[in-house]
Nanobody, 123 residues
Framework: QVQLVESGGGLVQAGGSLRLSCAAS????????MGWFRQAPGKEREFVAA????????VYADSVKGRFSISRDNALNTVYLQMNSLKPEDTAVYYC????????????????WGQGTQVTVSS
């Protein structure tokens, strides 16, 4: 069992940066791939980024490549999403999730989800 709690969301102007954190509890955190997803009002939840359990593999949605960076610190049971050059279209609730798969990009592949943190980018 893994519990996930996101933090770091907020209001930022376009072009700004935010770093999201996801703290995990549970002794098996290190064996999970971790992913970030987002959901804007009226839209489906979409994949943002994922990282393998050792951090050696990462994958990103095309819409965030070159702007977002996912990382993890297994000693702290925490995964991060550094978001730079933010755009108004990045506005959404951001969720972290844990999967036993290898950096999956589909929501059904994830076993555990956090409650989400709101990111709002003003123009």
């Amino acid at each position: 069992q893994v519990q996930l709690v996101e933090s770091g969301g907020g209001l930022v102007q376009a072009g700004g940066s935010l770093r999201l954190s996801c703290a995990a509890s549970g002794r098996t955190f290190t064996i999970y791939s971790m992913g970030w997803f987002r959901q804007a009002p009226g839209k489906e939840r979409e994949f943002v980024a994922a990282i393998s359990w050792l951090g050696g593999s990462t994958v990103y949605a095309d819409s965030v490549k070159g702007r977002f960076s996912i990382s993890r610190d297994n000693a702290l049971n925490t995964v991060y999403l550094q978001m730079n050059s933010l755009k108004p279209e990045d506005t959404a609730v951001y969720y972290c999730a844990a999967s036993r798969g290898t950096v999956p990009m589909r929501t059904p592949s994830y076993d555990y989800w956090g409650q989400g943190t709101q990111v709002t980018v003003s123009s």
